[in-house]
């Protein structure tokens, strides 16, 4: 969790990179004028973007350039789990601990990043490569339980799939993206059983 | 105008009010904890849910549903009762039920509604959820594990204070209030916090463990620490000042008060003169005598000084119009026309009532839409009052620009500089598009602080701003907008009751300096403490005297030759009146400490050794001779308008000299802030942010 006063002694003030200046200038473009509060949630995004985390510099960086207070940008970035105050690892395990991950294994997900990794929520490794971090619904019920590692999903995971998955990564070996079963779109796991059987 | 019917009973509730609101027309109180009257709507809380038909089966929040014609509410039905059970468990969850031991305990909210909607066992068998307290500086405690996340003490800082300075973070069950900056909320209103707050989560921090609110003793009094004249409540018990609370009162002060009226009180305890002190003879030191001793000292001093000693009286910023009374009447019977009630030197003209009221009334501020600021501060001189100002210019309705110090009054203020010759001459001339911004304005208003007036000049910038509300139409059939904003809670009845310089008299500099040069031969000062009293210090000439009637052994005292305790204005019944005109009496919460006595007694005895026996026998012979003075003296409570049309101040250049602040200190302005040490606190406490605020916190 977020801590009152500002980032660590010795740590260098946040700045946009000149190219996410101008990106941050384009986002600030999409609102209507008088309206750039809305911009808050994309910059926050780009500036975690760049630097991987969103510390009390970088939310004093996006309250200056949303004329929000700083107080307001603490607010939403605690709100949205998305957001993370300090460095994580290269691979960030979100898993998804909601209810319909919960009922199809999300325990059997963290169970495996534990012996495969000895990582529990909120843990990083020592070679920094990974981190665990439980999240609320991905919005990827169907295929649960599902996790979130930087820009991807990974679908309908089991105990024995995430530790490959683990492995992939650490390896830097090609993984598959989202159902780690071949599942495709959203189908019925147990193969077309819609309409089956009836004559046509 | 929609017509309803809550609990049977039936209702027409203005458009666009809420159901909650409707039923307090009907005289029903729904339960609530964010719904606060003055604070926008936060629908959260859940503890006003009702039973409303038409509508979804299922209870409705009735604080921020609006009414509609027809609909039937029950705010105390099956489904309503199950609904605040049902919050009320919920809201206990985590809450520590430490009522023991908590300074809310009698007067909150959640205790309360508890007591109506609890059960008596718990059915969460879990952990609770705690969270760390946070420093919020000398006059809040926190202790968030109360928090029922109303968000009430945000809103208040969002939206009346106008810093936002709290948030909530974090989402669901570890939700907190949190500041951004630890260590000192950066406003002068952080005390009424306390008050929003409907539990115990923020409480008094230097009334923290001191008395439980149902042992307290409360007066009903009024303000004196500023020049608004708010109601506030006084607190006692055994003698001593233990609390201050604001009383409601939406003509002056709304439901709020500054942080300095309401944390001076343990000033009332610290450096109290309880006994006279006397120097027997020029230079000696100041030793504690009794009363007769001093008067008697007095006596022979003054005697000394050959037959007809020339005496002046200065006025401090919180002296009471009975105090005035007696010592104009002192200088009636010794033939001297030195008087003043304008330590600081304020060119205040005290011959036309509308040149240093506050005409627009605060209240009328909540019309006004173009606000012009001449070398005024309001949010150091009256808090409260710029919290007006602040929500008129949230809400888009006001536009304000300054002339002055360019400080943060927490909005947008259009800056015409602080060089006032120039700026007023550009108003004048219509050469600066504020001055369009004001003509075309509805009500219009001009506030005239002190700090343009307490310079070499300010006669004639008094007079510029007068030439400028009428050539910019600020005074107009039904509206003045000409507006003087006062800093000392004496000065208006000072003015209204004629307590400055006579034909010929001397005004307080001009006493101070005499003294000094040796034309005059006794100076006494009513708790006047605010000027350079180093002059007195010095004087080296003769054997000149001053006498000190006061409450607190401050610069005053310390360069008299007499000192007569007085009382502080939470230990006498007294009149004042407020900057806007309106004739208010405190009211006695507690006695004055040892031998001290209500100030205007001081200066009978004073006339009385003087030889001039002044012919009261009970304060209510002062207040009759104070109405005869002047009649409006004498009309408690109402407001009189004064009226527009002679002119006052002087005539002449103003020059280019910037506006000083009148209150560069907010926190210590008289004796008894000087005192306090919670108020040395906030002082502590802000002047450390400032040495941080480089980097990245600016
Ligand atoms: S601290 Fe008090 S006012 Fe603020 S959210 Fe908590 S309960 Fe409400
Ligand atoms: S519950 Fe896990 S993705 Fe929705
Ligand atoms: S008072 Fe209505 S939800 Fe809180």
């Known amino acids: 969790m977020i801590e009152t006063n500002t980032a660590a002694a010795g740590t260098a003030p946040f700045a946009f990179t000149p190219e996410n200046q101008a990106e941050a200038r384009s986002i600030l473009a999409r609102y209507p004028k008088g309206r750039e509060h809305s911009a808050a949630l994309p910059l926050l995004d780009l500036a975690q973007r760049q630097q991987g985390y969103v510390d009390r510099s970088a939310m004093e960086a996006v309250a200056g350039l949303t004329g929000l207070a700083p107080i307001r940008i603490l607010e939403v970035a605690t709100f949205y789990t998305m957001f993370r105050h300090a460095p994580v690892g290269e691979h960030h395990f979100e898993v998804c601990t909601n209810i319909s991950c919960w009922l199809r294994g999300s325990d059997e997900v963290l169970r495996a990043l534990r012996d495969e990794l000895g990582l529990d929520p909120g843990g990083k490794s020592d070679d920094g ?22 820009d991807h999903y990974f679908e309908d995971l089991t105990y024995d799939n995430t530790v490959a998955l683990i492995r992939k990564l650490r390896a830097g070996e090609k993984v598959v993206l989202g159902s780690q079963t071949g599942r495709v779109g959203s189908a019925n796991a147990a193969g077309a059983t819609a309409l089956a059987g009836r004559a046509s | 105008m929609p017509k309803l019917t809550i609990d049977g009973i039936p209702v027409e509730a203005p458009e666009g009010a809420t159901v909650l609101q409707a039923a307090e027309l009907a005289g029903i109180e729904i339960p609530r904890f964010c719904y606060h009257e003055r604070l926008s709507i936060a629908g959260n809380c859940r503890m006003c849910l009702v039973e409303v038909k038409p509508g979804p089966p299922k209870p409705a929040a009735s604080c921020a549903l609006p009414v509609c014609e027809g609909m039937e509410v029950f705010t105390n039905s099956e489904m309503a009762r199950a609904a605040r059970k049902g919050t009320i468990e919920f809201m ?146 055994s003698n001593e000042v233990l609390r201050i609370l604001p009383r409601l009162n939406d003509a002056v002060n709304e439901e709020w008060i500054g942080d300095r009226s309401r944390h001076f009180i343990d000033g009332l305890l610290e450096r109290r003169l309880d006994t006279p002190w006397a120097r027997v003879t020029r230079g000696a030191a100041l030793r504690s005598v009794s009363w007769e001793k001093a008067l008697e000292i007095l006596r022979e001093r003054v005697e000394a000084l050959g037959d007809a000693p020339k005496v002046g009286v200065i006025a401090g910023d919180q002296t009471d119009l009975e105090t005035l009374t007696a010592a104009k009447d002192l200088c009636a019977a010794l033939g001297s026309p030195n008087m003043d009630c304008r330590q600081d030197g304020a060119r205040l003209d005290a011959s036309v009532r509308a040149g240093y009221l506050f005409n627009a009334t605060i209240e009328g501020l909540d019309q006004a839409d173009a606000i012009l600021l001449i070398g005024s501060d309001p949010r150091k001189e009256a808090p409260v009052l710029n919290a007006r100002i602040f929500r008129r210019v949230r809400n888009g309705q006001a536009a304000v620009a300054r002339i002055g110090v ?160 007085g009382s502080a204005w939470t230990e006498k019944t007294a009149t004042w009146v407020s900057m806007e005109g309106r004739v208010q009496r405190t009211l006695r919460a507690v006695s004055a400490p040892g031998a001290a006595v209500e100030d205007w007694v001081a200066v009978a005895r004073v006339a009385r050794a003087l030889g001039h026996a002044l012919p009261f026998s009970s304060v209510e012979d002062v207040r009759a001779r104070m109405a005869a003075i002047n009649p409006l003296l004498g009309t408690l409570w109402t407001l009189t308008p004064a009226p527009w049309g002679a002119p006052f101040g002087t005539e002449g250049a103003v020059s280019a000299e910037p506006f000083t602040p009148a209150v560069p200190n907010y926190y210590m302005t008289c004796p008894i802030s000087r005192a306090s040490r919670t108020m040395a606190a906030c002082v502590e406490a802000l002047s450390g942010t400032e040495d941080e605020r480089t980097g990245t916190d600016g």
């Open chain 1, 129 to 150: 490569k990974f981190s665990v971090q439980e999240c609320e619904c991905l919005g990827a019920c169907v295929n649960a339980p599902a996790v979130r590692v930087g």
């Open chain 2, 92 to 237: 206990l969850v985590n809450h520590p039920l430490d009522c023991p031991i908590c300074d809310q305990g009698g007067e909150c909210d959640l205790q309360d509604e508890t007591v109506l909607y609890g059960e008596a066992a718990s059915r969460f068998r879990e952990d609770k959820h705690a969270f760390a307290d946070k420093d919020l500086g000398p006059l809040i405690n926190t202790r968030f594990t109360r928090c029922i996340h109303c968000t009430r003490c945000v809103r208040f800082c969002d939206e009346i204070a106008g810093v936002p300075a709290l948030g909530m973070i974090g989402r669901g069950s570890s939700c907190e209030i949190m500041p951004w900056e630890e260590g000192v909320l950066q406003t002068e209103l952080a005390g009424n916090l306390v008050d929003v707050c409907p539990v115990g989560s923020l409480t008094n921090r230097p009334f923290a463990f001191r008395a439980r609110s149902w042992e307290l003793t409360k007066t009903d009094s009024i303000d004196i620490m500023d020049a608004m004249g708010s109601s506030v409540r006084i607190d006692s018990r």
């Open chain 2, 406 to 565: 360019p400080t943060d009054l927490t909005y947008p203020v259009t800056e015409l500089g602080n060089t006032p010759g120039e700026a007023l001459a550009a108003l004048r001339a219509g050469t600066h598009p504020f001055a369009e911004v004001l003509r075309s304005a509805k009500h219009p208003v001009i506030i005239v602080g002190q700090g343009a007036l307490r310079r070499e000049d300010g006669a004639a910038v008094l007079n510029a701003a007068r030439d400028l509300a009428d050539a910019l139409g600020v005074v107009r059939e039904g509206w003045n907008g000409f507006s003087v904003l006062h800093t000392a809670a004496g000065r208006v009845g000072g003015l209204d009751l004629g307590f400055v310089p006579g034909k010929d008299g001397l005004d307080a500099g001009a006493m101070v300096q005499a003294l000094g040069s040796g034309s005059l031969d006794v100076l006494i000062l009513l708790g006047a403490d605010e000027f350079d009293t180093s002059a007195l210090a010095n004087r080296s000439t003769r054997d000149a005297l001053v006498v000190y009637i006061g409450s607190h052994g401050d610069a005053g005292a310390a360069v008299a030759d007499i000192v007569l305790p």
